[in-house]
């Protein structure tokens, strides 16, 4: 009886924990979960080139201004 106690105070508080932390990271994410290692945000429109008026991704855009 006292095994059952234990593992299950262990498996709630192990819950407790989870989702504590996925709470956290959602309320308040990280700086390099809201942009990539360029700068630019993860969930950005595409962009239009202005010379052939394709739509492109932004990190596409930023990496030729980087010089990459």
Known sequence: MNATLLMRVYGVLAAAVT?????????????????????????APK???????????LETLVRHYKGG
Request: net charge negative; glycine share 8%; charged share 10%.
């Open 19 to 43: 989702l504590a932390g996925l709470a956290w990271v959602y309320a308040a994410p990280p700086q390099s979960l809201r942009t990539t290692a360029e700068g630019a945000p993860h969930f």
């Open 47 to 57: 962009v239009i080139n202005p010379e052939t008026g394709e739509a492109l991704p």
